[in-house]
């Protein structure tokens, strides 16, 4: 098993929960519609091909199935709602700063 694969799957898997949250009920998004595109099918084919590092990485069932076209359909997850939710605090805060 390839360390650096598990890790790189557990990391897209988190920005795409993430930003899937931010976008879907949040309304708000912090990458381009490109970047989530390219990450999100970048993780589809890592899990096709590495299906034992897919299985090893965070957020396995979650991503079960997975093929880049949407995140709407997420299931709900106590932390990465509050990762998101922190993310639009900060987005809000910077903004204040800046008037």
Not at 5 to 24: C, P, W
Not at 54 to 75: K, V, Y
């Amino acid at each position: 098993m390839n360390g650096e694969i598990t890790e790189l799957i557990a990391r897209r898997r988190r920005q795409l929960y993430v930003n899937s949250v931010l976008y879907y009920r949040h309304c708000t998004s912090i990458i381009s519609d490109a970047t989530f595109d390219r990450w999100a099918y970048e993780l589809a084919e890592l899990q096709r091909k590495h299906p034992a590092e897919s299985e090893a990485a965070i957020f396995a069932s979650e991503f079960s199935g997975w093929d880049g076209t949407t995140g709407f359909d997420l299931p709900w997850n106590r932390d990465i709602e509050n990762r998101a939710a922190y993310l639009v605090k900060i987005a809000g805060k910077c903004a204040e700063d800046f008037h």
